[in-house]
């Protein structure tokens, strides 16, 4: 997850349509007001899609024709016995900007309407509350778990990436993220992994050619132009581009320590020499 710099005060042209005020309205009155759809098709996924570089506002993959409109604070109630995550929904919020994010069909099935917070007794329960709209104080009010992109400025500050691939929570927040979007899931795990071994393969090939070419200012360009990539691989823009920055950062850990013995020290040396010119 990457912050996300959304400009609040200009929705899309579809949520301000006038000709959605009588849906809008019972959305906030109605508990079973059920999101119509149509309100989303247009400009509103437009938007989200160039914000977030038609990526999952969580776990940064790519989402095409699969993407889904997520409300951030659900809108159908939540029934269980954990006091943190009970909740009876915030349907005045359907279709309000502040509260839409793309996500994956994946990371949206898992979170489904879990929306854990610190502060349960300020638990904001209808939309005439004095912040109900206010998405700035709903958050510093309630607290939540659910780290949001557009709302926390370094989203970064709450995961770390291990060796093999999973992320792990540096704070409650971080943990309860992973948990209720299952960011270890099988198939995410398995996007990350592509990347580590797709970055190997290139190394080993680099070498393999070496092996028979000699030519040490070939294998030297290669191994530059595949760091290269690992750079431009975590530019914001692109899939799953903190993990790529995790790499590229730990690239002795990722990488280098899974090279085979003899084809580390130039790789480390290239690595070094790649760092001081970025
Ligand atoms: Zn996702």
């Not at 940064?60 to 009876?88: A, F, M, Q, W």
């Not at 370094?154 to 060796?163: M, S, V």
């Amino acid at each position: 997850m990457i912050h996300i710099s959304k400009n609040l005060s200009s929705p899309p042209k579809d949520l301000m349509d006038s000709k959605w005020n009588k849906i809008k309205a019972d959305a906030s009155v109605n508990p079973k007001h059920k999101a119509d759809s149509k309100c989303y098709r247009g400009t509103v996924i437009d938007e989200l899609e160039k914000l977030y570089n038609f990526k999952c506002a969580v776990c940064e993959r790519s989402i095409g024709i699969d993407l889904e409109v997520d409300h951030y604070r659900p809108i159908k109630p939540r029934t269980c016995s954990d006091p943190n995550d009970k909740h009876s929904g915030y349907g005045w919020l359907t279709y309000e900007w502040s509260n839409l994010m793309p996500l994956c069909s994946n990371c949206n099935r898992y979170k489904s309407n879990h929306f854990p917070i610190f502060n349960v007794i300020a638990r904001i329960t209808n939309f005439s509350h004095p912040v109900a709209y206010d998405f700035h104080k709903l958050q510093t009010t309630e607290e939540p778990y659910l780290i949001n992109p557009e709302f926390e400025e370094f989203p970064e500050k709450h995961f770390r990436y291990l060796r093999d691939g999973t992320v792990s929570g540096r704070t409650d927040s971080g943990r309860i993220t992973i948990e209720i979007y299952k960011l270890n899931s099988r198939s995410k795990l398995r996007d990350r992994k592509r990347i580590i071994e797709s970055i190997l393969r290139d190394i080993s090939e680099a070498f393999y050619s070496y092996i028979t070419s000699k030519n040490k200012f070939d294998l030297e360009n290669t191994l530059y132009s595949i760091l290269k990539k690992s750079l431009l691989n975590a530019y914001p823009k692109e899939p799953l581009s903190l993990f790529n920055l995790f790499i590229l950062k730990y690239f002795d850990k990722f990488i280098i320590e899974r090279l085979p013995e003899s084809t580390r020290n130039i790789t480390k040396k290239m690595y070094e020499e790649f760092l001081k010119e970025i």
